[in-house]
C-alpha cells in the first residue's frame, strides 16, 4: 500500500497562475482532506469530503476549489494563485468508523506563489 | 466550535529524562483527541489517540497520553527521550460526530544528547 499520494512535491507559482493539486489514497477510506500548513499555526482545514460526491468547506476555502473525482482521488485548485496562498498543502484521508479515526496524511506540496 | 491550545512553542529535554507536550482542548460535548508526529518535510504520523474507555492512552514509539476531561487535557508523555524523539508535535481534537479535526499549533521538541 502506498497510502496517501500526493503530486507535485513542489512547484513555484507566479501571481495569478492557475494549478491543481493531486491527492490519492489507496486505503478504501471514505473521508479526504485538503489541510494547509503555515508555520505558527498549525494545519487548518481547507475543503474535506465526507464520501464520494460530497464536498464541504473548512476553516479557509476562500481562493480553491476541491473535486472528489472517485472514492480514491481528491484535487484541490487554486484557480488564481495569490502570495498569500505560499503554504505546505497536506492530503489526508480516514475511515470514520468504530474500529479507528485517525487520517493519514500524505508528504505533502510545497507551493511557492511569488 | 473546537480548539486547541498548545501553549509551549519548543520543549527542550536531555536524552533519557521524561518528556511532557502539554494540549488543553474545547469542544462541546465529548472530545476525540489526537497527537500526531511531523518530522522534516514529512507528512503527519498519527502517534495516539484517546476516543472512549481508560483515560491512559499508549501508542507507537513509547509515548502515552492521558485524558483529563475536568482539566480538559490531553498531555503527551514519554518516560525516557531519544534524540530520534525531535520533532514537531501537534495535538488535535474532533468533536464526535462532525469527522474533522482542529489542531493545535505545534510544539518543536528537542532532545539534547
Known amino acids: 500500500n502506498a497510502g496517501v499520494t500526493q503530486t507535485p512535491k513542489f512547484q513555484v507559482l507566479k501571481t495569478g497562475q492557475s494549478m491543481t493539486l493531486q491527492c490519492a489514497q489507496d486505503?478504501?477510506?471514505?473521508?479526504m482532506y485538503w489541510y494547509r500548513q503555515d508555520p505558527g499555526m498549525g494545519l487548518r482545514l481547507i475543503y474535506y469530503?465526507?464520501?464520494?460526491?460530497?464536498?464541504d468547506k473548512g476553516e479557509v476555502p476562500n481562493g480553491y476549489n476541491v473535486s472528489r473525482l472517485n472514492k480514491r482521488e481528491f484535487s484541490l485548485r487554486l484557480e488564481s494563485a495569490a502570495p498569500s496562498q505560499t503554504s505546505v498543502y497536506f492530503c489526508?484521508?480516514?475511515?470514520?468508523?468504530?474500529?479507528?479515526?485517525?487520517?493519514?496524511f500524505g508528504p505533502g506540496t510545497r507551493l511557492t506563489v511569488t | 466550535a473546537q480548539s486547541v491550545a498548545q501553549p509551549e512553542d519548543q520543549v527542550n529535554v536531555a536524552e533519557g529524562n521524561p518528556l511532557t507536550v502539554k494540549c488543553t482542548y474545547s469542544?462541546?460535548?465529548?472530545?476525540?483527541l489526537f497527537w500526531y508526529v511531523q518530522y522534516p518535510n514529512r507528512g503527519l504520523q498519527f502517534l495516539l489517540k484517546?476516543?472512549?474507555?481508560?483515560?491512559l492512552v499508549k501508542g507507537s514509539y513509547g509515548f502515552e497520553a492521558e485524558f483529563n476531561k475536568s482539566q480538559t487535557s490531553f498531555h503527551l508523555k514519554k518516560p525516557s527521550a531519544l534524540v530520534s524523539d525531535s520533532a514537531l508535535y501537534f495535538c488535535?481534537?474532533?468533536?464526535?460526530?462532525?469527522?474533522?479535526?482542529?489542531f493545535g499549533k505545534g510544539n518543536q521538541v528537542v532532545v539534547i544528547p
Open positions: 469530503s465526507a464520501s464520494e460526491g460530497t464536498t
Open positions: 488535535a481534537v474532533e468533536r464526535r460526530g462532525n469527522n474533522r479535526l482542529a
Open positions: 486505503m478504501n477510506h471514505n473521508s
Open positions: 469542544v462541546s460535548g465529548n472530545p476525540y
Open positions: 489526508a484521508s480516514s475511515e470514520a468508523d468504530t474500529r479507528s479515526y485517525e487520517q493519514y
Open positions: 484517546y476516543i472512549t474507555g481508560d483515560n
